[in-house]
């Protein structure tokens, strides 16, 4: 799992999940299957099915993917500019090249300009991804909450886990919902689109 997927399943091991072999949106897990005899039903969801399969997370990923791509390239290069600056500098130095201790000293302020500008671009392009990152988790959370809201109306867990790794030591695949939460998030998902088109449509017939 890589960084931006880790940030958000952080996000979502605060709420509610499960794995890859559940029961189909029109199907009702039976009240034995889920803990009813006890008097609690459980049901979890896999995070990492989640983080892979839900096409929200799926796209949000390459995005973040594709500005820290552009933030590291951005960096790299303006990295080389100082260090060829600094090299040509010290290169100068020692080669008695510059006419004057005022322009050796010059130059050098010149490069320590560039390497806070360096320092600053890097705060700043990381400060962006991290906050990109945050809308992420929020949307994130917002989404699989409301949805878990709507599906429990029918489904009447009393309570929903996170599963990821070895946070559950041991969980019965009769409890597992992670599939039935991805179809119905992306069944969701693919509609807002849809709908967002038609809106715009009918504006446009007022």
Partial sequence: MNKYM????????ALASC??????????????DNGATSGVKIAYVEVDSL???YEFCKEFTLTLQKKSNNARNTLNQKGQQL???AANFQQKLQNNG????????SQQAAIQRQQQSL?????????????ETQKYNEALRDSLMHFLDAYNKDKNYDLILTKQGDNILYAAKRFDI??????????????????????TKNDEKK
């Fill in 83 to 85: 260090q060829n600056a």
């Fill in 178 to 199: 992670t599939n039935d939460v991805i179809n119905g998030l992306n069944k969701r998902y693919k509609k807002a689109p849809a709908k967002k088109e038609e809106e």
């Fill in 98 to 105: 510059f006419t004057s201790r005022e322009q050796a000293e």
């Fill in 51 to 53: 983080m892979t399969q």
């Fill in 6 to 13: 880790m940030m958000a399943a952080g996000a979502v091991l």
């Fill in 119 to 131: 320092q600053e671009l890097q705060a700043r392009l990381e400060n962006e991804l991290a906050t």
């Fill in 19 to 32: 794995n890859n072999a559940s029961p189909k949106m029109d199907e009702q897990p039976s009240a034995a």
